[in-house]
């Protein structure tokens, strides 16, 4: 949450938990997680250190079912110098406590039956292979040498077992603090405990409404793409064709279109939009149903495989194109609402109700609604740059000319903006500013409950921390002293 304080301790205390988080979200592509192998001897090859000497790599720690190398810590060193991440205030040994309390997530989150979705990480891991091959020009080969690895399965079978530790680690982590609530006799005993000389001070803030028309798409449009989408439906179902094939050739969804339009959907964790997930469920294998609309366009689904919660499936998405003139239409529609409002004939507020084509704010006058806080509310300096560069020439209740934007699907949308409200930077306030200090008194508890939690843990885990690795002095008890 975006604030900024003199000397609040609890403040820096949590603000170092989530730099380590962030470090550790940025790295975990490169530190070898693994099981422990029993046969595994403790020492293994040999790794370049941060000043280019050679030593031997061995086991730094022992946490559950699973080991921390030497080379484990110093590649998170070198992977985050190298991505420019800043290491101001993180020494080695908090990476390692970083490391090591990862390793209890994971291995907890195994002994309390946790489960994640293989085929969800598999798909991580071509995202994250595509994206190391755009820095060796494709050349594989160049990246299995940087990862001293002898052959791409090898290389994808130890990037499963990182992502999915990281997963188990990030699923038990989720677990602890899921039930963490406060009330709000909580929330004021912890603003009273803060000095007043110590209170955060939270930055200038505005309060945005918009107004959106989109350019309305023909039904004859509309038509052809259902038509096209059941014409894909009868080459596979009555000629035999390949839903896959048709999936590469002609889905829309970029996100999908290499692997031929294949999504993996787990009933008991909802992915994908609302209308999506109703019709793949009510699928039989092999089935195709007929095309449905969505809010990014048009798709028919082929249910390919049925595994208990999960349900593999394939898709074929079909946007409807507007026409210029049904852009350019949509522009002039705005333009004279524009001239409603500046002339006194409407409120912005009574046009956003009439005109907008946004559902979530037409009825709200057209007021945002912040999503991290979910109020009004927008901290000038966090606000989302594309937002920012729209209003931040505007004084309250002006109304910017018609801005051209784009939606999620790309498509082209008209919209205005005003500033309804703005308060200046000032000192936290209990009653106006009670949502952002319930969440930090929120964080505090969640701290407390992770810290709780790591105590008891560690107590009842195996663990052993060796060599020099002893002497760092660990927030956690890791030592068992």
Known sequence: MPLTTNNLKFTIKN???????FLFAVASTSVAQEIIDETKPEVSKDTVTDSGATKIDGVAAVVGDYIVLDSDIDKTMLQLKAQGASLAGVDRCQLFGKLLEDKLYAHQAIQDSIEVNDAEIRSRVDQQINQFLQQTNGSMEELLEF???DDEVSFRE????????NMLATEMKKKIIDEVEVTPEEVRQFFNKIPKEERPTFGTELKVAQ??????????????VIDRLNEFKQQVEEEGKSFTSRAVLYTEDGGSKKTGGLYTLDRSKPRMV?????????????????????????????????????YDVRHILLMPKVSEKEIEEAKKELEKVRELIVSGDMTFAEAAKEFSD???TKFQGGQLINPQTQDYNFELTKMDPELYGQIQELENNEISPVITDQDRTGAIKFKLVTVTDR????????????????????D?????????WLEEKINETYIKISGSNRNCDFKSNWLKK
């Open 15 to 21: 603000k170092a938990l989530h730099i380590l988080t």
């Open 444 to 452: 505090e508890k969640r701290i407390k409950a992770i810290e709780d």
């Open 423 to 442: 308060i200046d930077e000032h000192v936290a306030d209990y009653a106006r500013d009670y949502l952002k200090i319930k969440e930090l008194a929120l």
């Open 358 to 360: 946004e559902k979530e």
């Open 211 to 224: 107004i959106v028309i989109e350019p309305k798409v023909s039904d004859e449009e509309v038509q052809r």
């Open 274 to 310: 609302k209308e999506f997930r109703e019709v793949a469920f009510s699928l039989q294998e092999g089935q195709i149903s007929e095309p449905f609309k969505t809010d990014y366009g048009y798709h028919i689904i082929y249910l390919e495989k049925i595994r208990g919660q999960e």
């Open 147 to 149: 990862y001293r690895k």
């Open 158 to 165: 130890e990037m499963f077992e990182i992502n999915k530790s």
